[in-house]
C-alpha cells in the first residue's frame, strides 16, 4: 500500500473514531457511568491520530502539497469530520484530477 492510500484509509479511520469518542464513548462515560467506552476508544483514537499527522508529514510532497496545506491538513486533525474533508477533496497524487474531474 502505497502513502498516499495509508493517508486515505488512516484519514477516514481518524474522523470516525473521534466521531465515536465524542458522541458515543464520551456521552457513556459521563451520562451512562461507564468510563470504559472511553479506555477504549480513546487509545484507538489516539493511535489514529497519530498515524494521520505522521502520514500527512511524509505524503506532503507526493501530493504536492505546500507549507499552508500542509498546516491545514494537520489542524484538521483536531476537528471531529475536518479529516473526511480533507481525504474527499485533498489527498489526490500530484497529476490526479479531483473527484469530479475523475466522473466526467
Same mark, same amino acid.
Given at each position: 500500500?502505497?502513502? +498516499?492510500?495509508? $493517508?486515505? @484509509?488512516?484519514? !477516514?479511520?481518524e474522523a470516525i473514531s473521534f466521531l465515536v469518542l465524542l458522541? !458515543?464513548?464520551?456521552?457513556?462515560?459521563?451520562?451512562?457511568?461507564?468510563?470504559?467506552? +472511553?479506555?477504549?476508544? =480513546?487509545?484507538?483514537?489516539?493511535? $489514529? %491520530?497519530?498515524?494521520?499527522? =505522521?502520514?500527512?508529514?511524509?505524503?506532503?510532497?507526493?501530493? =504536492?502539497?505546500? %507549507?499552508?496545506?500542509?498546516?491545514?491538513? $494537520?489542524?484538521?486533525? @483536531?476537528?471531529? +469530520?475536518?479529516?473526511?474533508?480533507? &481525504?474527499?477533496?485533498?489527498?489526490?497524487? @500530484?497529476? &490526479? =484530477?479531483?473527484?469530479? &474531474? &475523475?466522473?466526467?
Amino acid at each position: 500500500m502505497d502513502i +498516499v492510500r495509508a $493517508l486515505r @484509509v488512516v484519514s !477516514i479511520a481518524e474522523a470516525i473514531s473521534f466521531l465515536v469518542l465524542l458522541l !458515543i464513548a464520551m456521552p457513556l462515560k459521563y451520562m451512562g457511568d461507564m468510563p470504559q467506552a +472511553v479506555s477504549v476508544v =480513546g487509545p484507538i483514537h489516539g493511535v $489514529l %491520530f497519530m498515524a494521520y499527522i =505522521g502520514l500527512a508529514v511524509v505524503a506532503r510532497e507526493q501530493l =504536492g502539497w505546500d %507549507f499552508r496545506r500542509t498546516v491545514l491538513a $494537520l489542524a484538521a486533525a @483536531v476537528l471531529p +469530520v475536518a479529516p473526511f474533508l480533507v &481525504e474527499r477533496y485533498w489527498i489526490r497524487p @500530484v497529476g &490526479e =484530477g479531483a473527484p469530479a &474531474e &475523475e466522473a466526467a
